[in-house]
């Protein structure tokens, strides 16, 4: 009988916590908690860009905005990258942009050139966040926005989400935007960025690395 009272007071103890154990296991289970907010097991990396060429990549910069006279796109660049073989390097030429539309930015659309007026949209529900590191040439270079959705048209995206403004540092920094309560279940326009003369007074160049929707 002894014995057994003695193994019920020892389960108890076990499943109350007891000692120096008790505040480090509260530690675990609120990190466990914030991970679960931030991610779905459900849902795969879904990326926009990994690497060139790469069969994960959705999407294409196909957007230019407002025309895209000023800006130049390398989606091969492969010196500095963040992780893999490439990434992205872009020129936004702020004296070019003073005498055109004074702003600038790209859009990545399914299927390419889309702005609404054909089908398109992937199907993102699940999905918490978009992720994606930056860096600037420099530092100091100003994005005003970086977009999700927001494409209109006879086919609309059904949500947008805007992040910005955003200043870039010299060395490689993750970003990420919140999409938890989004309606992700018809994008075409899966990423963009647009900055303008107004808050950069010289070119931008900036790089982009491993954005995806997780």
């Known amino acids: ?8 007071v020892c389960l108890l103890i076990f499943l109350s916590g007891c000692g120096g154990g008790s505040e480090e296991s509260s530690d675990i289970t609120q990190i466990d908690q914030d ?8 849902f795969n990396p879904f990326y926009i860009y990994s690497d060139a060429g790469s ?9 230019f905005m407002p025309n895209g006279r000023c800006i130049e ?4 660049w492969t010196e500095g990258c963040q992780s893999g073989d490439s990434c992205i390097r872009i020129k936004y ?10 702003w600038g930015g790209i859009y990545w659309l399914n299927p390419p050139n889309n702005w609404g007026s054909r089908k398109g949209g992937y ?3 699940g999905a918490k ?17 970086f977009t999700i959705g927001g494409i209109k048209g ?26 938890r309560g989004k309606d992700l279940s018809y994008i075409s326009g899966g990423f963009a960025w647009s900055t303008s003369v107004d808050v950069n007074p010289a070119d931008v160049v900036f790089y982009m690395d491993e954005i995806k929707f997780e």
């Open 1 to 8: 009988m002894k014995a057994k009272l003695a193994f019920l």
């Open 55 to 63: 069969r994960q990549n959705h999407y294409t910069p196909s957007g």
């Open 123 to 125: 199907n993102l529900a």
């Open 93 to 102: 030429d702020v004296e070019c942009s003073h005498n055109d539309e004074k």
């Open 154 to 179: 006879d086919y609309p995206d059904t949500d947008m989400i805007v992040i910005g403004p955003v200043l870039l540092t010299s060395e490689w920094q993750q970003y990420s935007i919140d999409l």
């Open 73 to 76: 796109l390398s989606s091969k």
């Open 129 to 145: 966040k978009l992720t994606f590191w930056a860096k600037g040439q420099t530092g100091g270079e100003q994005i005003q926005e």
């Open 35 to 42: 991970k679960n907010e931030y991610s779905n097991p459900d």
